[in-house]
Nanobody
Framework: QLQLVESGGDLVQPGGSLRLSCVAS????????IGWFRQAPGKEREGVSC????????NYADSVQGRFTISRDNANNTVYLQMNSLKPEDTAVYYC???????????????????WGQGTQVTVSS
């Protein structure tokens, strides 16, 4: 059974950094693209970033471009989201998702991933 577990969410001050992890179990991550999504209270889910199977293809939402970096460690079945220069508007529950798709702008918009984690809370506040 495919399972994704996110961790690393926390309360952080504006300008701070966090690294989120998404650990996969029940399947080998090598053949799956991974996306990170977020949802703030009262707002629609937003695609944040995605990474292709080998890590050579990445996409980012304009709102996080230059501040967030997605990476993957297939040997450890883990994908990371390094978040720097955090802003209060980054506050949300962050989810990772997996599917055998290409990492494209379209997939970030459509969020058409078959497997999802339970989410981890990120709060940016002073």
């Amino acid at each position: 059974q495919l399972q994704l577990v996110e961790s690393g969410g926390d309360l952080v001050q504006p300008g701070g950094s966090l690294r989120l992890s998404c650990v996969a179990s029940g399947f080998t991550l090598d053949y799956y693209a991974i996306g990170w999504f977020r949802q703030a209270p009262g707002k629609e889910r937003e695609g944040v970033s995605c990474i292709g199977t080998s890590g050579d293809s990445t996409n980012y939402a304009d709102s996080v471009q230059g501040r967030f970096t997605i990476s993957r460690d297939n040997a450890n079945n883990t994908v990371y989201l390094q978040m720097n220069s955090l802003k209060p508007e980054d506050t949300a529950v962050y989810y990772c998702a997996a599917d055998t798709v290409a990492c494209t702008w379209h997939i970030l918009i459509s969020a058409d991933f078959s497997s999802w984690g339970q989410g981890t809370q990120v709060t940016v506040s002073s």
